[in-house]
């Protein structure tokens, strides 16, 4: 059984130290009876940070329209782009199009002491330019939304591939005994570029399914089947379990099999599950000034609601929390659309950042804001954008991230990446770093193979580390 | 790696093997820098080969010397204490002090090299024993100074072949049947009923389907469904008529190529199009196709080869004697089948080549209702022709009208909306809404006066019948218009509250209190869907209606009803309408409507309300000669329609084009190969599709596994036969490895998907190879299935004796019977099995459990809800669920089921709190226990412990104890207290699912017996085979 490689170290580490009677123990006792404390455990160097949160902008954000302002770009609006830069490279809906440069739609200021350039959409994050990195020299290799959320998830397009999320989970555990270690939630836009995203994008892939990703859900319950039954009572439940855990354990004392506890102590969780998510949702206890600094309106599933939410399971131990906003693809009317998405991801971010900070957990929590890739800078259509894998941008913030700073940049028409490129692979070893992990020994064997979140590559990226 | 961790437990071994001892640390610390693949060799030193790991290097410096480990290079090197150790430091690939000792005793002993255990020839079967697995098994076992458990009692037993051959526990009778049989071969005639049972065939295909990668759904983008489930139900009758395995193979990879193919072998060739397909617009075609063929190799090679050739595709296989070639020339197998990168997923092209199933009498009816209907529109077309030529006049006349405005469709203000079922519906005239629709692909925001726009919203019903009152004022009316308009809140299409299409069953209406009769309905749509036609809204069939399923780049749908006489009102008279919506899809009701009526002869049913379509206008203004084809025709349609003498026969048209969509949607379809020109194939240097550079290659099976003896194109065929043929030594091994794990948890080599150098050596080489050679014989899995788990190390106990626990904790000596959590689907079949909800049917179309709202949110493309099953089909086994590849039904992700958008052998078996939540709150899972409940209080006896134990037998197949007795009595006890208390709550539970309640029990005793239930379905030993 593959998946269980894992806790063959963690047995391994176990019969290395000698304690005797660990043979009785089954791999779901391993796995499931208490806490998972993780395969990192110590971690391999000092962690910069705890947590992520991944404000993750799905469908593919112009980065000529939010974080790279490229003044030439504007000067050769409407000149057709040189084929020295494009010729064959990939190219999506603009394949066997005329290729003409389309200008910034929205100009940019500089923000802070630090100078940092922001387009004139995100003063809010502009409000904070001293807390970020602008990682301008982004780079990926898969031009469709599919492969390209799967790539940036997973370090890979070869499915089964487990998630980041489940990564660090699997790695490193989490501070939650009552709620899911690595969660996921989504909301969508009003510009209505709606690209699906499928669940494999949280999934745990060739790691035991404990570790990937939960959804959170806007509509009904917050996490699947959360709730009782209709006509089952709090204590109708509480009974219940019991009851069940008390048939499980009259089968432990006659079989001695430590699967059934591991069964027994799932029961268990389960139903602290069911008692703390209503809390977690619940944002009565939120004052006013922190609803409005976000945005937000609880219940609506909005991008701002997500953001205080995340805060709040960051708040409860949740290790990697990742929120989907998704309707960032362009491919018309990017000046139009770019303002809409600012209008619903400005404040919020910014607030998220701020509101962190103000509760000293910015310290520890890794912030990060990007898509699956840019956009073209040559035009679509007249007024839109295409995907773009060659160059984009990405915002990272706090736990060992040097703040007021940019890194990398692309060249002139912020077309390719051409200083400090940065892949997905160096982004994923930058993560694992700031949270304690060596990205080239955190592995699982799968077909010979070391699997690892950054493949047979990855650099960690140390000029923007604090 | 396991198997070394074996080792640590036993006495050292007289003489290393390579196989055993040597290659596993090789190939795990030293091969990928000193094994096949060229590109990533370092010091040119190869370590796989014998002859090349013997060569002295320039400096005279032999790697290995046979027999003199002092002067081996490598053994001085794992050995070494400063830098230059091997493996380097920076691998953090350390030697343990053990396999060091083990290399070097290696090198002593003269360094032999062996064959990879799985590529050498099976050996000719050898007849000895009645049945060798146990002679295998406990020739290992006397070594080890173990002994086999004792037979398993003869209910766990039972329980545990049947949930292992069928998937479902045994019903009562079957188990007595089995306990109260005392000749000698009673379990072998229990096993026999099971393996001629077609839930035989059902488990063993959901086991294929995971291999094959089967799904519903195209899981790339809008992860649309395609056609499919045939393939399915050809898997199905596959395994019940035990089909050899050979055959089998043959007619997935080549049914198509078959001379003189049947349609069970065309269907079976659906085989080659379960790869994911995306639709998604701008993607790279060059790219797609890689991808696609790509995985076709990777699951070839996983399911018949048990290898990892899909690492071959950028490079030389790092550990396996796979070169990169060997990749593409597996490809190149595959390169004739006709297919595009981008499939398209709507449409007449939708997924490619297909074919129609239909049933002797269904194509009967087809052809005879073609015919009529080919009949019926050339008569029609021929009248309108005579009539409209000797009609100029009327050419006149419409644009006049139309100038005048009186094809206009007069838009009307209700007094009242109300629903039947809870929906709410709001009015609004004059007050503003704001509704949000796409022109192309921009949505565009409106806030204007919703001009009789009605808007419903709250609950959200299954079925739902809206009422509106209208006061259209004095004036003769020909039609009544339904006007169905697009909102981004909706979720189904932005059109409907829910279902994955609209449907609207019937249309009424009355005036004053009389019924007035429709007698045609037209709309206008660019994919109009055949069973959704419009004539069936009028048709007074309260299952049948008008809507769709794909409406394009519509932002809003039409519907146009004419009256059977033209319907004369008075000032102040009211017209009452009834949308009725009661189809077997759930909430397929409209989300925002308006009401229009006209007063002229026929009015076009458009979106812009003008009445006359663009096509007809634009040709009424040109001369007749100047006139375009489609214009001719939009002209003598629109003729037809608006003129009463032709009516009838209109009418008789829209019926038959009505029953034949219907009748067209009843016939499956499945896609199938279609071969074509071999596409040509080169080598992708580093499997960059980018980079056309690399060289052609023909269809080959890999190299070092010998060469096809054809002097034409190899082809699938080829292939087939190839990979069951006698001088392949894998298929035989990996499917026999598959079917082992199937009974005891773990394959005799556990990796499932890899018996090359990175998989495990078996435990019982000779046992695997025993079993491979029997499966060739005549290819009969059968056999295979029926010699295992007639064995007596099948039959053995499966309890965890401590001793035996800690001397091989994963139980792979096998001196006693694993325990294992079954599959996901066997997990919902046990619950539907014991309440007695379970519907069995053997094959058919996909079904679509109850699933939580919302679910697909993440979807796009088109945006869609989810539209439940009715009736029997909510109660179909696991195998038959959708399989929808990007968001798996729940309650099959949460227990472990694959997406199937891989081959996946080897199901993980995980135990997570979602599992708990799943079976305690899921609603199935909940009806399934009021379902047991409602048995219990029927057929379970008249005392509360009788039925209990009656449920409990159910469940587990054994008599509860004391304790468990007890334990279910408290909570029957304490929870008929609270329910007596609240016979709200009590009503509440028992109300769960489709059917009605129990009335001969109190809301109270059956809600308490309903817990009991509950936690009994709940038990760890109800989802366990033991």
Known sequence: ?466 | MHWTLLLLTLPALAEVSFNRDIRPIMADTCFRCHGPDKSSRMADLRLDIREEALKPNKAGVAPIVPGEPAKSAIVQRVFASDARIMPPKFAHKDLTGTQKQTIRQWVAEGAKYEEHWSYLPVPPRNPAARNSVDTFIQARLAREKLRPSPEAGLRTLARRASLDLTGLPPSTEQLNAFLNDKTPNAYEKYVEKLLASPAYAEKQTLHWLDAVRYADTAGFHGDNPFPIWPYRDYVLRSFRDNKPFDQFTREQLAGDLLPNATEEQKVASAFNRLSRMSAEGGLQPKEYLAKYAADRVRTVSATWLGSTLGCAECHDHKFDPFASKDFYSMKAFFADILETGLVPDRGAKAWGAQMDLPTADQQRRREQLSWQLSEARREFDAEAQILHGADEQWEKETLKRNEAGEFKWQLQRPLSAESVNGARLRIYNDQPIETNYYVGATLMTDRTPGNGLVVAEGPNPDNETYIVRIQPGAGVWTALGVEVVQDESLPSHRLARGSDRLVVTEVEAELDGRKTAFVMATASLTFPSADLHPSMAIDGNPKTGWGVSDPGNNNSLFLALRFSEPLKTEAGATLTIRLRHDSDDRRATIGRFRLALSSARYSWPDQKLTGLSPAVLAALKVSEEKRTEPQRRALAEYYAFSNSHLQSQAVRIARLEAELGLLEATIPRVVITKSTVPAETRVLPRGNWMDGSGAIVDPAIPGFLGKLSTDRQATRLDLAEWLTSRDNPLTARVFVNRLWRQFFGAGLSKVLDDLGSQGEMPTHPELLDWLAAEFMRNWDVKHVIRTIVTSHTYRQSSDPVPSLVERDPDNRLLARQSRLRVEAETVRDIALAVSGLLKPRFGGPSVRPYQPEGYLGALNFPKREYSASRGDDLYRRGLYTFWQRTFLLPSMQVFDAPSREECTVNRSSSDTPLQALTLLNDPIFVEAARGLAQNMIQSGGATLAQRIGWAFHRAVSRAPSVEERKALTDLYSTNLARYKADEAAARELISAGEAPPLSSASPAELAATTTVARAILNMHETITRN
């Open chain 1, 1 to 466: 059984m593959r998946p269980s490689h894992g806790i063959e170290i963690h047995r391994r580490t176990f019969l290395d130290r000698g304690i005797a009677g660990l043979g009785l123990l089954g791999l779901n006792s391993l796995l499931g009876a208490e806490r998972w404390r993780g395969v990192v455990n110590p971690p391999h160097l000092k962690p910069r940070a705890k947590r992520v949160i991944f404000l993750y902008q799905a469908g593919g954000p112009s980065h000529l329209e939010t974080f790279d302002f490229k003044p030439k770009l504007a000067e050769m609006h409407g000149k057709p782009m040189p084929e020295s830069m494009t010729k064959g490279q990939q190219i999506a809906q603009l394949q066997g199009r005329p290729l003409v440069c389309f200008g910034p739609q929205h100009s940019f200021k500089t923000y802070g002491q630090s100078g940092q350039q922001i387009c004139d959409l995100f003063p809010h994050i502009g409000g904070i330019a001293d807390e970020l990195c602008i990682v301008r020299s982004m780079h990926t290799e898969q031009i469709n939304h599919d492969p390209a959320h799967t790539l940036m998830n997973t370090g890979s397009i070869i499915t089964g591939r487990p998630s980041m999320g489940s990564w660090l989970l699997y790695g490193l555990g989490a501070d939650t005994e009552d709620l899911p270690g690595f969660v996921v939630l989504t909301s969508a836009g009003k510009g209505g570029q709606m690209q699906p995203i499928a669940a494999r994008q949280w999934s745990a892939g060739i790691l035991p399914s404990r570790f990937q990703g939960v959804k959170l859900n806007s509509i009904g319950d917050p996490v699947l089947h959360i709730q009782n039954p209709p006509g089952i009572s709090k204590d109708i439940q509480r009974d219940s379990i019991d009851a069940v855990n008390r048939l499980n354990r009259a089968q432990h004392g006659v079989l001695k099999d430590p699967e059934i506890l591991t069964r027994v102590a799932q029961y268990e969780m389960a139903f602290r599950m069911q008692a703390s998510v209503p809390g977690l949702v619940d944002m009565s206890d939120e004052p006013k000034h922190v609803l409005e600094a976000y945005g937000a309106q609880p219940g609506d599933g909005s991008f701002a609601s997500n953001c205080l939410l995340a805060r709040r399971l960051a708040e409860r131990g949740v290790r990697f929390i990742q929120l989907y906003h998704r309707d960032w693809d362009h491919h018309g009317a990017v000046k139009q659309n770019v303002a809409l998405k600012a209008q619903e991801v400005d404040q919020p971010t910014a607030a998220l950042i701020r509101d962190l900070k103000q509760r000293g957990m910015l310290e520890d929590t890794l912030v990060v804001w990007g898509g699956e890739f840019g956009r073209t800078p040559m035009s679509q259509g007249g007024d839109g954008r295409d995907h773009h894998i060659k160059g984009f941008s990405f915002l990272l913030a706090g736990g060992g991230i040097k703040g007021g700073m940019s890194h990398g940049a692309t060249d002139d028409l912020g077309y390719a990446a051409v200083e400090d490129a940065v892949s997905v692979n160096d982004f994923h070893a930058t993560l694992l770093y700031l949270l304690g992990i060596d990205h080239e020994r955190l592995s699982v064997k799968f077909q010979g193979l070391d699997v690892r979140l950054t493949g047979i590559a990855g650099r960690v990226v140390r000029d923007i580390l604090s």
